[in-house]
Antibody
């Protein structure tokens, strides 16, 4: 049974870099059938997709965050990670990682829905 | 980016009621739409994908329909476990977006 587990610092200071890791168990992170992504939810708010990565290492970012975030993976550890630079109070949120099935449309592969989620990790940005 | 608008934002209902939530996209997304259920303090749970396909293990009282720009999630007979917040999500391209959510509360 596939499981995803987020880990992170819990508290980060404004202007610093937030680093999060998602550890995948019960399945291969190298599968061509999936993308791996990060989603966040600010307190009392809705859901925002942040970034995704596929088995080739190709990355995809929310345009509103693209200048500050980097997604990467380490297949040897079955992990993928997210870095958010220059954090502010607006980055305070619960961060989720998820597995996203790929679908084919035309000649391209795209990430679809978030089929399996981690439990989430809470990040607070302090001033 | 594609904007997703859900209605209503809050819905008051009783056990046994038929409940319908609507999601509208700012442009056509074909059938590339998913629905999630989220309970307080928990991660979202996938209910429906490709607008109408039921995720494995999800009760059959949940159903989805629609294409293009208008979609619905229906709960045929609301159960106590169904009081939660529901989100739609489009995946027409790499940049995925969610609706703002619909809270189903006890009437």
């Amino acid at each position: 049974q596939l499981q995803l587990q987020e880990s992170g610092p819990g508290l980060v200071k404004a202007s610093e870099t937030l680093s999060l890791t998602c550890t995948v168990s019960g399945g291969s992170i190298s599968s061509k059938s999936y993308f791996w992504g990060w989603i966040r939810q600010s307190p009392g708010k809705g859901l925002d997709w942040i970034a995704s990565i596929d088995y080739t290492g190709s990355t995809y970012y929310n345009p509103s965050l693209k200048s500050r975030v980097t997604i990467s993976f380490d297949t040897s550890k079955s992990q993928f990670s997210l870095k958010v630079n220059s954090v502010t109070a607006a980055d305070t949120a619960v961060y989720y990682c998820a597995r996203e099935p790929a679908y084919i449309w035309g000649n391209s592969r795209y990430p679809s829905h978030m089929g399996v989620w981690g439990k989430g990790t809470t990040v607070a940005v302090s001033s | 980016d594609i904007q997703m608008t859900q209605s209503p934002s809050t819905l008051s209902a009783s056990v046994g009621d038929r409940v319908t939530i609507t999601c509208r996209a700012s442009q056509s997304i074909s059938g590339w739409l998913a629905w999630y259920q989220q309970k307080s303090g928990k991660a979202p749970k996938l209910l429906i994908y490709e607008a109408s396909s039921l995720e494995s293990g999800v009760p059959s009282r949940f159903s989805g329909s629609g294409s293009g720009t208008e979609f619905t999630l229906t709960i045929s007979s609301l159960q106590p476990d169904d009081f939660a917040t529901y989100y739609c999500q489009q995946y027409n391209g790499y940049f995925r977006t969610f609706g703002q959510g619909t809270k189903v509360e006890v009437k």
